[in-house]
């Protein structure tokens, strides 16, 4: 399986870290060494100076797919999760600044914290209507919901697509909205799928 993370999906999110708006969907990989289940806890990579967390709605592929059209995209998924893209951000801005790839910054072990994932239908809710929310030692730091998005999930599958085939199993972590911040030892996250906590990372 492989982990497909998009990129600059929410303008708020757009705004903060003073990014500018893709003209197209910005799309990035995770080895899957980068996935964390069960709740485990996470501990700080001694790399990095500003290690930030950024919640994101996971949706998990269920057959293979290449050139999808959009109209069809709804029929390669139905079941969502919500993960942690965790990102270096120091090590990344020095990639951005000599024009190198993010793999470091973004790929690293047990960066990609994830719940369990859920049956769609079982919300009896659209997947562009979905609420979810991050909390950072009770208090609420991340608050979305996917109408938000820039691009749609079966827009993003459509386009991702075709270039890369997707297989069974295969992850998409579809962007993460404002309120991304720095993790500390000591802090806990909670996260939110709609009202119903999901997932929980203390950091180590």
Partial sequence: MK?????????????????????????????????LKDNEDFYLPDFSNNVSYECELVVKINKVGK????????????EIALGLDITLRDVQQKAKEK??????????????????????????KDIQDINFTLQKNGNVV????????????????????????????????????KGVGQMQIG???????????VLKVEVK
Wanted: net charge negative.
């Fill in 3 to 35: 982990i497909i993370c998009v990129g600059r999906n929410y303008v708020e999110h757009i705004k903060e870290l003073g990014n500018e708006t893709p003209d197209s969907i910005v799309f990035f990989l995770k080895p899957d060494t980068a996935i």
């Fill in 67 to 78: 050139c999808i059209p959009e109209r069809y995209a709804k029929d390669y998924y139905d």
């Fill in 99 to 124: 024009g190198l790839p993010w793999t470091l910054a973004k790929g690293f072990d047990y960066s990609a914290p994830i719940s369990t994932f859920f049956s769609l239908k079982e919300f009896g």
């Fill in 142 to 177: 991340q608050e979305a919901n996917t109408s938000l998005m820039i691009n749609s999930v079966d827009r993003i599958i459509s386009y991702i697509s075709q270039f890369i085939t997707l297989k069974t199993g295969d992850y998409i972590f579809t962007g993460t909205p």
């Fill in 187 to 197: 802090d806990v996250f909670k996260a939110y799928l709609e009202g119903k906590q």
